[in-house]
């Protein structure tokens, strides 16, 4: 089984609608992250956590919304979604900041 | 947090030859790390190299880092085309974050 597993894995959405992504993980990291990612770009960090009462935002948290429900689980949420937020989304975990380790992404199509 | 800048954008070669792609960075740093993005999946890590360090290998890869010239390259040797993806560097300054540049897209041709 995978360590980091993200659902759903594609989503198509309409403007507006509210949508969560959610992320597992196997690993027992503390530290949790979510990024998007553009075509032909970097990632960016919306939003992070270091353990189930920390939660931090990244370069691009407006729009978004987390809840780290438990240790294990991190989910992003799309208040209002619009078209601009299309991307790529993953998760990741890391134990100390150094190494993060990726899901396998979430791509979200918002028309 | 600071951004890796990746060169070049994109590589082109032939299965069995070496890739090398460089990062350069601008700030001190504790390690960088190099990551691997398969087409529309999630990055995979593939090594790091601490400050005090200058050369490190893992396999067909090796590591290089010149913490005076605030840079960092990437050779793959032997290339196959298992190896055609994005690889993004990812400067580390002891705190949480990784910023992402845009990475190196490598094409390797059979």
């Known amino acids: 089984d995978a360590d980091v597993t993200q659902t759903p894995r594609n989503r198509i959405t309409k403007t507006g609608k509210r949508i969560m992504l959610e992320c597992s993980q196997t690993?027992?990291?503390?530290?949790m992250y979510w990024y998007r990612q553009d075509p032909g770009l970097g990632l960016r960090l919306i939003y992070y956590?270091?353990?189930?009462?920390?939660?931090n935002k990244g370069e691009i948290s407006d729009g978004y919304s987390v809840s780290r429900q438990a240790q294990a689980k991190f989910s992003l949420s799309l208040e209002s979604a619009i078209p601009n937020q299309t991307a790529l989304y993953f998760c990741?975990?890391?134990?100390?900041?150094?190494?993060?380790?990726f899901g396998p992404g979430t791509r979200l199509t918002v028309l | 947090s600071q951004q890796g800048e990746e060169d070049p954008q994109a590589l082109s070669i032939q299965e069995g030859e070496n890739a090398t792609m460089n990062c350069s960075y601008k700030?001190?740093?504790?390690?960088l790390q190099w990551y691997r993005q398969n087409s529309g999946r999630g990055l995979v890590h593939l090594i790091l190299?601490?400050?005090?360090?200058r050369e490190k290998h893992s396999g067909r890869l090796r590591v290089t880092l010149d913490t005076s010239k605030k840079s960092s390259s990437l050779l793959i040797t032997a290339s196959r085309a298992a190896d055609t993806a994005s690889y993004f560097c990812?400067?580390?300054?002891?705190?949480?974050?990784?910023?992402f540049g845009k990475g190196t897209k490598l094409s390797v041709i059979p």
């Open positions: 700030t001190s740093i504790n390690n």
């Open positions: 990741a975990t890391s134990e100390r900041g150094d190494t993060q380790y």
């Open positions: 956590s270091f353990d189930v009462k920390d939660i």
């Open positions: 690993k027992g990291h503390d530290r």
């Open positions: 190299i601490r400050s005090n360090e």
């Open positions: 990812a400067p580390g300054a002891g705190s949480y974050q990784l910023t």
